[in-house]
């Protein structure tokens, strides 16, 4: 997401691996991920830990695993990788960590965090119009015999230090 361009203006901007942050241990009192599933792994939230401060927060989302796991199974896609339609045709794969959560709260607990993290699961509102809810939701969906405003897409994890 870095290379896209062009960018939002900033005052600085920091280039760097997820997995091994350019900071001192306890830093920031609030972490945001969104969508952190191209680097999700143990490495990664043991940095997140290591640069939270002491009752930080930390707040996280990923693709939901059951509407991933049923998409990629459906289309012959590792549960490891995810794909993107390119707006000039054809579509690239990058790597994409769905994760149950029950191995969810593991991890978490596995990196040092000692606070249960509290995973929530969401849907698309119905204001969300049928025609512009993706494909991929609704294929999903389709294949759980559930509404698309039924599937959960997106999970959010959150937890303090």
């Known amino acids: 997401m870095l290379t896209v361009t062009p960018r939002e ?7 760097n691996f997820s997995e091994d942050l350019p900071f001192l241990d306890d830093q920031f009192s609030c972490i945001l991920g969104l969508l ?8 990664f939230l043991s940095e997140c830990y290591r640069v939270l401060a002491p009752k930080g ?19 012959n896609l590792s ?14 794969q990058i ?18 965090f000692r606070n249960a993290p509290q ?18 939701v609704q294929r999903a ?8 405003y039924a599937m959960p897409i997106l999970t959010l994890v959150r937890t303090t230090k």
């Not at 952190?36 to 490495?43: G, H, I, K, N, Y």
């Not at 790597?95 to 040092?112: C, D, H, K, R």
């Not at 995973?119 to 991929?136: K, Q």
């Open 9 to 15: 203006a900033c005052l600085v901007r920091i280039w």
């Open 36 to 43: 952190c599933d191209p680097f999700w792994s143990l490495q």
């Open 57 to 75: 927060m930390l707040f996280l989302t990923l693709p939901d695993y059951e509407w991933g796991q049923t998409l990629r199974s459906s289309i």
């Open 79 to 92: 549960v490891k990788l995810t794909r993107f339609k390119l707006f000039r045709g054809g579509e690239i």
């Open 95 to 112: 790597p994409s960590n769905l994760t149950p959560p029950p191995q969810i709260e593991e991890m978490f607990y596995a990196v040092g």
């Open 119 to 136: 995973v929530s699961r969401h849907v698309l509102p119905r204001s969300v119009t049928r025609e512009s809810i993706s494909p991929d």
């Open 141 to 148: 969906a389709q294949l759980k015999n559930l509404s698309p």
